[in-house]
C-alpha cells in the first residue's frame, strides 16, 4: 500500500509544475477515466409481465483515443474520440407483484462508443464541453439470482448510446484533466432466464468521471 | 459559454426522470416456497357436503402467496373424502362419516389437514337473500344454508341443485363454476327452489322494470362560439341493457353558469369565454360532459344597417318601411362578429317601430306612420347593451338604384338595391318596400313577394340576350310615386363554366368573422356566385358558417385545427382549407 501511495504521489509531483494555461492542443491524444457508476432501476420484462431490479452504484473504469479538432475549424471547436468503458453493477433487489426481495450477481456493461463534443474555448484554463456518443455495448448478466434462485447468466450486444457534459482544465498544452458526467443508455438487451424464457431490461445509468487527457 | 452551461444543466434535467418506477405485473416464481398452510372454513362437515380448501404458500418467509391452484391435492382415505371436483381442484367433497387426512404438495413442500366428515342429517335448507326484488337485466347471488340434525350449519350453496320455477322470468345457474347465480330475465315473479339430499329449500324473487344505471351525454359540438348555442343529448342505459334518449326528462346543469346556461331539452346558451361541465340527472342517476366556449368575451355592441351609412344622430327610417339591421360584437380578443341573433333588440316606443326577427341572422326594424319622431333602439346582451336613436320621417326625397348595370350568368343572381334619401338627407335602403318590375323577363326576373322582403330586388339571369333586360323599382309614399334617375340594366350571358375559385378576405381566428368569395370562371368572363354557392363546413369544433342562409360565404373561427370548407356551385364543387390557429 506504501509502495502504491509512493507511485501514485510522483506520477502526480510533474503537476505540481502545471501553470494554468489555455488549451490549444491539436491532434491525437489518449486518456483514462475512473468514476462512479449509478445504474438506475430498470424495468424487466417477460411472458409473466414486468418485474424492477435495482442496483448499488459502482465505479467505472474507462479509456479514450481520440483527436482534439484545430482551433477556429470549420467544423468548430471540439474533439472526436473512441471511448471503451466497463461498468458493473451487482443487482441489489428485485420487485414483483408480491413485492420486494434480495436479488444478487452482477450486470456488466463493456461499452466501445465514438463520442463528438463541443467545446468552448476561453481564453483561461478551463473549457466546458457538451456531446454525444453512439456505439455498441455488450450488457452481461453474470450470475444473477432472486433469493439466492437463478434469474440469468447470458449476455446480449445492443446499441449504445451516451450523452455527456463536462469541464476541462488545462494544466498545459498537452495535459487536460477533465471532469464530466456521461448519461449511458442502450437499446434493451434481450437475456435468457434460467428457465429458458427470455426477458428484456432496461439499462441507463448515470456516471461521473475524472480523467487525465495526454496530447502527443 | 453560458450556452454550454445551459446546454449542459438542461441534459441533466431531461435524464435525471429516469428510472423504472412502475408497479410490477409478474409474479415471482424465482423465491423458493419453503412451506404450506392448508385453511378452510371449519374441519368438520356432513357426508354428502363439500368443503372448499385454501392453501397458503409461504416463500422463504419473505412472501405468502395463495397457491390453491398450483398445488397437488390428495387424501389419504378418498372412501371418506376425496377431490373430485376438476373445476374447483380445491374442493373436497365428503363422501361417508370418518376422518380423512388431506394433502396439498407442491415439488418437495407439503401440508396437510385432518377433515372429519360427521354422519348428521339435512334438517332444513333456507336460501338468502330472501325474498329479494331486482330490476331486469340485475343479477342476484343466492346463498344456500343447510341446518343439519347436530344442529350445525353449513353453506350448501355448492352442494345444493338449483331450479328457477319460470327461467322465463329469471334464470338460476346449477353450473359448478356459478352455482345460485341469478339473472333476472323479465318482470314477474319465480320460485327460486334450492334441494340437497331430497330436502328443498325456496325463496321467491321478483323481477321489476330496468331502472336506469347510467347516462350519457353527448354533443356535436363540444367547442363552440360565445354567445352561441350548443344541443345535448343525455341517453340512458338501463339495467336490461336496454336505451333510451332521455333529453326531454332530465334535468339540465351547468357547472359554470357564467360560460354557458342550459335549459330543459338540453340547449345550452354560450355567454364567455372559458369551460363548463354540461350535466344531465335522473332519478339519481347523471351523467355530464365539457363544453368549451371560445371567441373572447363581449366587450362592445355596434348597429349597422347593410348598404347604409347611418347618420350622426343614429338611424332614420321612412315611415312605414322595413329594413334590416345587424348587430356586430366586439370581442375581447379583439374580433368581431355577427351576433344579430343573439342580443335581445327592444324599442323604446314601439308605436313608432317594431322588430321582427324571422329567422337566423336576420333582423327586420320596421317603422310605423311617423309620430312622435324620436325613439331608441337597443341591442343588448348581458351587461353589454347599445343604444341608438331612431327616428321616423314621413319625407322622401328621391330613390336610387344601387347598381346602373349588371352582368349576369343565365342561371345566377345578384342583388339591386333601392337607396332612399330621406328628408334629413339621411339614406335607407328601401329594397324592402320597393315595387319591382322586370321589362325584359325573358332575360331577367327580379324578386318582388311582400312576403319575403329579404329577397326583394334579388336579379334572376333567365336566358342570355344581346339585349340587357331592364329593371327598374319604385317606392309610393303618401300617394307621390317615387322612380329612380335611371334604371337598371342587366346583361344576361350564356358561357361555358371553366372553373369555381374561392378566396378568403382574411385569415380566420377564433371569434372572428372573415369573408368567403366564390367566383365562377367563364370563358371571357367572371362572376362572384357566393349567394348562389352551397357552403359547407366539415369541422364545426373549428369553423363555422356565420349563417348559411343570410350570410353565405361568412365564416367565423371557432377553435384551433384545420377545417375544410367546401363550395358547390352547380356541379362544380371546391374546398378550401380553413386554418384557426
Redesign the interface.
Known amino acids: 500500500m506504501k509502495r502504491t501511495c509512493q507511485i501514485l504521489i510522483a506520477l502526480c509531483l510533474p503537476l505540481l509544475f502545471c501553470g494554468p494555461v489555455r488549451a490549444q492542443h491539436t491532434g491525437p491524444y489518449v486518456g483514462a477515466f475512473v468514476g462512479g457508476d449509478m445504474l ?7 411472458n ?5 431490479l435495482s442496483y448499488n452504484p459502482s465505479l467505472l473504469g474507462s479509456a479514450v483515443l481520440g483527436w482534439d479538432f484545430e482551433p477556429n475549424n470549420p467544423v468548430g471547436e471540439g474533439r472526436i474520440e473512441l471511448e471503451y468503458t466497463h461498468r458493473s453493477n451487482q443487482l441489489d433487489k ?6 420486494e ?1 434480495k436479488g444478487s450477481g452482477n450486470v456488466i456493461a463493456d461499452s466501445l462508443l465514438v463520442n463528438f463534443f ?1 467545446v ?1 474555448h ?1 481564453r483561461g484554463p478551463w473549457a ?3 456531446g454525444v456518443g453512439v456505439g455498441a455495448a455488450r450488457i452481461q448478466a453474470s450470475d444473477l439470482k ?6 440469468s447468466s447470458d449476455s446480449s450486444v445492443v446499441l449504445a448510446f451516451q ?1 455527456g ?2 469541464i476541462d482544465y488545462a494544466l498545459n498544452t498537452y495535459l487536460n484533466l477533465d471532469l464530466g ?1 456521461r ?1 449511458f443508455g442502450c437499446v434493451p438487451p434481450k437475456l435468457a432466464e434460467a428457465n429458458g424464457s427470455k426477458f428484456k431490461m ?1 439499462y ?1 445509468s ?1 456516471n461521473v468521471i475524472l480523467g487525465l487527457r495526454v496530447g502527443f | ?1 453560458i450556452n ?2 445551459w ?2 444543466l438542461l ?2 434535467l431531461l ?1 435525471s426522470g ?5 408497479t ?9 416456497l419453503t412451506s404450506i398452510k392448508i385453511t378452510a372454513g371449519t374441519s368438520t362437515i356432513a357426508a354428502k357436503t363439500s368443503l372448499k380448501l385454501t392453501a397458503t404458500g409461504d ?2 418467509g ?2 405468502h ?1 395463495d397457491i390453491s391452484d398450483q398445488v397437488v391435492w390428495s387424501s389419504d382415505t378418498p372412501t371418506v373424502a376425496e377431490f373430485i371436483t376438476p373445476t374447483i381442484p380445491s374442493r373436497v367433497t365428503a363422501h361417508i362419516p370418518g376422518i380423512a387426512t388431506l394433502t396439498a404438495t407442491k415439488g418437495n413442500v407439503s401440508a396437510t389437514f385432518k377433515l372429519t366428515v360427521s354422519a348428521a342429517t339435512i334438517n332444513t335448507v333456507t336460501i338468502t337473500p330472501a325474498n329479494p326484488t331486482i330490476a331486469k337485466g340485475q343479477t342476484s347471488q343466492f346463498v344456500a344454508t343447510g341446518t343439519f340434525s347436530d344442529y350445525t350449519t353449513q353453506d350448501l350453496t355448492f352442494d345444493a341443485d338449483w331450479v328457477s320455477s319460470d327461467p322465463t322470468v329469471a334464470t338460476v345457474s346449477n353450473d359448478p363454476a356459478s352455482k345460485g347465480f341469478a339473472q333476472a330475465i323479465a318482470v314477474g315473479p319465480t320460485t327460486i327452489t334450492a334441494t340437497f339430499d331430497g330436502t328443498s329449500g325456496t325463496t321467491t324473487l321478483t323481477v321489476v322494470a330496468a331502472v336506469l344505471q347510467s347516462i350519457k351525454v353527448t354533443t356535436t359540438t363540444p367547442t363552440v362560439l360565445s354567445l352561441s348555442t350548443a344541443s345535448f343529448t343525455a341517453v340512458g342505459t338501463f339495467s336490461d341493457t336496454t336505451t333510451q334518449d332521455l333529453t326531454g326528462q332530465v334535468a339540465w346543469s351547468s357547472s359554470s353558469p357564467g360560460v354557458a346556461s342550459i335549459v330543459a331539452g338540453g340547449v345550452a346558451t354560450t355567454l364567455a369565454q372559458g369551460a363548463t361541465s354540461i350535466s344531465a340527472s335522473l332519478s339519481g342517476v347523471s351523467g355530464s360532459t365539457n363544453l368549451v366556449v371560445t371567441g373572447g368575451n363581449l366587450t362592445g355592441i355596434a348597429i349597422t344597417e347593410p348598404n347604409v351609412t347611418l347618420g350622426a344622430n343614429g338611424i332614420t327610417m321612412l315611415a312605414n318601411t322595413t329594413s334590416r339591421f345587424i348587430a356586430t360584437g366586439t370581442f375581447s380578443t379583439g374580433v368581431t362578429r355577427d351576433i344579430t341573433d343573439a342580443v335581445t333588440w327592444t324599442v323604446a316606443n314601439t308605436s313608432l317601430a317594431t322588430v321582427t326577427s324571422p329567422v337566423g341572422k336576420l333582423v327586420f326594424l320596421n317603422a310605423g306612420a311617423a309620430g312622435p319622431p324620436t325613439t331608441t333602439i337597443k341591442a343588448s346582451f348581458g351587461n353589454v347593451s347599445t343604444t341608438s336613436n331612431l327616428t321616423v320621417t314621413p319625407t322622401l326625397q328621391s330613390i336610387a338604384m344601387s347598381l346602373a348595370s349588371l352582368n349576369l350568368h343565365v342561371g345566377t343572381h345578384a342583388r339591386l338595391r333601392v337607396i332612399g334619401t330621406l328628408g334629413d338627407g339621411t339614406t335607407q335602403d328601401l329594397s324592402a318596400n320597393a315595387d319591382w318590375t322586370s321589362k325584359t323577363l325573358a332575360t331577367a326576373t327580379v324578386e318582388n313577394n311582400p312576403a319575403d322582403p329579404a329577397n326583394k330586388g334579388r336579379v334572376s339571369g333567365v336566358n342570355a340576350a344581346a339585349t340587357p333586360a331592364v329593371i327598374t323599382a319604385s317606392v309610393t309614399v303618401g300617394g307621390t310615386t317615387f322612380n329612380p334617375l335611371q334604371d337598371a340594366n342587366v346583361t344576361v350571358t350564356n358561357q361555358t363554366l371553366q372553373s369555381v375559385t374561392i378566396s378568403s378576405s382574411s385569415a380566420v381566428t377564433s371569434g372572428n368573422q372573415v369573408s368567403f368569395t366564390a367566383t365562377a370562371n367563364y370563358v371571357g368572363f367572371t362572376q362572384n356566385v357566393t349567394d348562389d354557392t352551397t357552403w359547407s363546413i366539415d369541422l364545426a369544433n373549428v369553423a363555422i358558417l356565420a349563417d348559411a342562409v343570410n350570410l353565405p360565404g361568412q365564416v367565423v373561427g371557432v377553435s384551433g385545427g384545420t377545417a375544410i370548407l367546401t363550395a358547390t356551385f352547380g356541379s362544380n364543387s371546391q374546398a378550401a382549407t380553413v386554418r384557426v390557429p
Open positions: 438506475m432501476t430498470s424495468k424487466g420484462s417477460d409473466q409481465g414486468t418485474f424492477s428485485v420487485k414483483f407483484v408480491q413485492g426481495v463541443g468552448f476561453d466546458p464541453y457538451v432472486v433469493t439466492g434462485q437463478p434469474l450523452a457534459t463536462g458526467y448519461f432496461e441507463y448515470h | 459559454m454550454l452551461v446546454s449542459g441534459l441533466l435524464v429516469c428510472g423504472f418506477n412502475g410490477p405485473t409478474r409474479k415471482n416464481d424465482l423465491t423458493s416463500f422463504s419473505l412472501f402467496d
